[in-house]
């Protein structure tokens, strides 16, 4: 079964400085891997998806996340933390493509983002 | 107009009482799903349904049901509330290009 670990609940920047939120997965099959972030009291809004190619991909917001298939990870970065940053982030997992029980999409636990000013 | 609308947005009701949740989307895809967010566990698949005639459990499905009336509308039930099913809840859509969440749907159980 496909599973995500965010092994960090709660990380606390200070505003400028850079981000790395850490992203694990097990998948049996080729990862299409998800990054989405929660406001308070919002719904999901996604920042960036990995399917194929170029490993760096580019998101909305200044992000970026890296695929590294020998580590099974998918960690999320930005260099320069913005207050309106602060938020919940979910790493996910999941194969829009495919029939079998690969095609839901599982969520990590998510890492609460805290800015300092 | 969102691409998927979940109603009620909010809703307290009492244990033992019977609710639905609704969801309808524009986006013209044929794959949908319920999930449940709770602090600390991310959010977790309930139901999904690949189309009309097909459905099929999560994660978490004891406690819930599912109704898809049509491609764009998919419902989730709770026959009997209880409180441990207070959460937000998602409804969401994908396609190949990727899964669309809804706004949420915050149920309180007393």
């Known amino acids: 079964a496909q599973s995500v670990t965010q092994p960090d609940i709660h990380i606390t920047v200070s505003e400028g400085a850079s981000l790395e939120l850490r992203c694990n997965y097990s998948y049996g099959a080729t990862p299409y891997l998800f990054w989405y972030v929660q406001s308070p009291g919002q719904g999901l809004q996604l920042l960036l998806k990995y399917f194929s190619g170029d490993t760096l991909v580019q998101g909305i917001k200044g992000f970026e996340a890296e695929f590294k298939r020998s580590q099974s990870s998918f960690n999320l970065r930005k260099p320069s933390v913005h207050w309106s940053d602060a938020a919940e982030y979910f790493c996910?997992?999941?194969?829009?493509?495919?029939?079998?029980?690969?095609?839901?999409?599982?969520f990590g636990s998510g890492t609460q983002l805290t800015v300092l000013p | 107009d969102a691409d998927v609308t979940q109603t009620p947005r909010n809703r307290i009701t009492k244990t033992g009482k019977r609710i639905m949740l609704e969801c309808s989307q524009t986006k013209g895809h044929d794959r949908m799903y319920w999930y449940r967010q709770d602090p600390g566990l991310g959010l977790r698949l309930i139901y999904y349904s690949f189309d009309v005639k097909d459905i099929n459990k999560g994660e978490i499905s004891d406690g819930y049901s599912v109704s898809r009336q049509a491609q764009a509308k998919f419902s989730l039930s709770l026959e009997s509330a209880i409180p441990n099913q207070t959460a937000l809840y998602f409804c969401a859509t994908s396609d190949r290009g990727g899964y669309t969440f809804g706004s949420g749907t915050r149920l309180t159980v007393v």
């Open positions: 996910a997992v999941g194969d829009p493509f495919s029939s079998g029980s690969a095609r839901q999409l599982t």
